[in-house]
């Protein structure tokens, strides 16, 4: 049988909001399934949300988080840990991965989460915020062995793992049984952290695994680009006259 796959979306009403979840579920109605979406929205559960996950044609879960953190650092850390939470709770079997709803994501990607027993990572293709630069994070890879990571960002040379919240996937059981996976004993893994800007992945993956030889590189190589996160803003949008976009879904 194939493995279950389950994706965490963490998402909020802006201008691109329709668009993007409708991009995200055409591709993963796409995904051969079994596939478990998770849909998490800040303090409410919008109707406009609710019908775009309804016609979608995915299996989902549409969760609301109620953690009432208005710091605007913590951009979705909430919600994702709404959806862990969610994961462990119900011991939901599978492949877990973050996937942002403004990200742009191959099959190829979902066929190869498939491949993870453990933990899988691969290098994302992304615009460097603020310069307009493309560049890579992820692992170097030796087949299917880490050999090193792609760094770019000088204020983020000291964390230890060098990867994206969308460039890295997990056995969900790692959440709930520790010993089957030898995972590093001294911490717990039911939070992502939002201490630092930047370190979020780090932190959580430090929790998962002890080091690069619990983890593996996908696809074969790490050569190839499945996934893209540009980094594109819809908070600054100026938008014609008359337009009404509180909601920030629809134009109406
Ligand atoms: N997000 C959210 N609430 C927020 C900000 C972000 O739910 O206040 C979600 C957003 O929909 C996306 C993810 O968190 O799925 C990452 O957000 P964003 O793309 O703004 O962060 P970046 O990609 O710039 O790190």
Same mark, same amino acid.
């Given at each position: 049988?194939?493995?279950?796959?389950?994706?965490?979306?963490?998402?909020?009403?802006?201008?691109?909001?329709?668009?993007?979840?409708?991009?995200?579920?055409?591709?993963?109605?796409?995904?051969?399934?079994?596939?478990?979406?998770?849909?998490?929205?800040?303090?409410?559960?919008?109707?406009?949300?609710?019908?775009?996950?309804?016609?979608?044609?995915?299996?989902?879960?549409?969760?609301?988080?109620?953690?009432?953190?208005?710091?605007?650092?913590?951009?979705?850390?909430?919600?994702?840990?709404?959806?862990? +939470?969610?994961?462990?709770?119900?011991?939901?079997?599978?492949?877990?991965?973050?996937?942002?709803?403004?990200?742009?994501?191959?099959?190829?990607?979902?066929?190869?989460?498939?491949?993870?027993?453990?933990?899988?990572?691969?290098?994302?293709?992304?615009?460097?915020?603020?310069?307009?630069?493309?560049?890579?994070?992820?692992?170097?890879?030796?087949?299917?062995?880490?050999?090193?990571?792609?760094?770019?960002?000088?204020?983020?040379?000291?964390?230890?793992?060098?990867?994206?919240?969308?460039?890295?996937?997990?056995?969900?059981?790692?959440?709930?049984?520790?010993?089957?996976?030898?995972?590093?004993?001294?911490?717990?893994?039911?939070?992502?952290?939002?201490?630092? +800007?930047?370190?979020?992945?780090?932190?959580?993956?430090?929790?998962?695994?002890?080091?690069?030889?619990?983890?593996?590189?996908?696809?074969?190589?790490?050569?190839?680009?499945?996934?893209?996160?540009?980094?594109?803003?819809?908070?600054?949008?100026?938008?014609?006259?008359?337009?009404?976009?509180?909601?920030?879904?629809?134009?109406?």
């Amino acid at each position: 049988p194939r493995k279950e796959l389950i994706v965490v979306t963490p998402t909020y009403n802006r201008a691109l909001q329709a668009y993007f979840l409708n991009r995200l579920g055409q591709v993963l109605r796409l995904v051969p399934p079994p596939l478990l979406w998770i849909v998490v929205e800040m303090n409410v559960e919008s109707m406009e949300t609710a019908e775009i996950l309804r016609n979608s044609g995915v299996m989902y879960r549409h969760l609301v988080c109620t953690n009432n953190s208005t710091d605007l650092k913590d951009r979705g850390v909430h919600q994702r840990n709404t959806g862990l +939470e969610h994961i462990e709770h119900h011991k939901l079997d599978g492949i877990v991965y973050f996937a942002d709803d403004d990200n742009i994501y191959s099959l190829e990607l979902f066929e190869s989460l498939r491949e993870i027993s453990r933990f899988g990572t691969w290098p994302v293709a992304m615009l460097e915020s603020s310069k307009n630069k493309a560049i890579l994070e992820g692992p170097v890879c030796n087949g299917s062995n880490l050999i090193g990571w792609h760094t770019n960002e000088k204020s983020k040379r000291l964390r230890r793992f060098h990867v994206d919240m969308s460039g890295f996937a997990f056995n969900s059981t790692i959440l709930w049984d520790p010993k089957r996976w030898h995972r590093p004993t001294s911490n717990r893994i039911r939070q992502l952290d939002t201490a630092k +800007e930047g370190f979020q992945e780090t932190t959580f993956i430090e929790q998962v695994v002890e080091d690069e030889s619990q983890m593996k590189g996908t696809p074969f190589g790490c050569s190839r680009i499945m996934n893209w996160h540009l980094h594109l803003e819809a908070r600054d949008l100026v938008y014609p006259k008359g337009w009404l976009l509180q909601k920030n879904l629809d134009v109406i």
